[in-house]
Nanobody, 124 residues
Framework: QVQLVESGGGLVQAGGSLRLSCAAS????????MGWFRQAPGQAREFVAA????????LYTDSVKGRFTISRDDAKNMVYLQMNSLKPEDTAVYYC?????????????????WGQGTQVTVSS
């Protein structure tokens, strides 16, 4: 079963950029759909972006379209989230998630592997 470890979070000013990384181990990485979710204090965990097996398809929530890019490197067992033009409302703990299936699920409860999360704070 795959294990996930996120990195790359931090404090950034509005308009800045961050790149989140998620390292996977213990499974056949290319078989997994990979997703990024985020959770702000007092809020439910929400879908941000996901990428299909072999990187054929990417999906984004509307609020990050044109600003965030998800990508994967199957040779390195890595998935990335490039975040540009960050806004204070992007502040949250960001989680990497994985599920072994063909389609791209959008709900958190459809993913069965999770990282520990990395904090992203965007100051105004």
């Amino acid at each position: 079963q795959v294990q996930l470890v996120e990195s790359g979070g931090g404090l950034v000013q509005a308009g800045g950029s961050l790149r989140l990384s998620c390292a996977a181990s213990g499974g056949v990485f290319s078989w997994y759909v990979m997703g990024w979710f985020r959770q702000a204090p007092g809020q439910a965990r929400e879908f941000v972006a996901a990428i299909s097996r072999f990187g054929v398809q990417q999906l984004y929530t509307d609020s990050v379209k044109g600003r965030f890019t998800i990508s994967r490197d199957d040779a390195k067992n890595m998935v990335y989230l490039q975040m540009n033009s960050l806004k204070p409302e992007d502040t949250a703990v960001y989680y990497c998630a994985a599920v072994h299936q063909v389609g791209i699920p959008l709900e958190a409860n459809e993913y069965d592997r999770w990282g520990q999360g990395t904090q992203v704070t965007v100051s105004s």
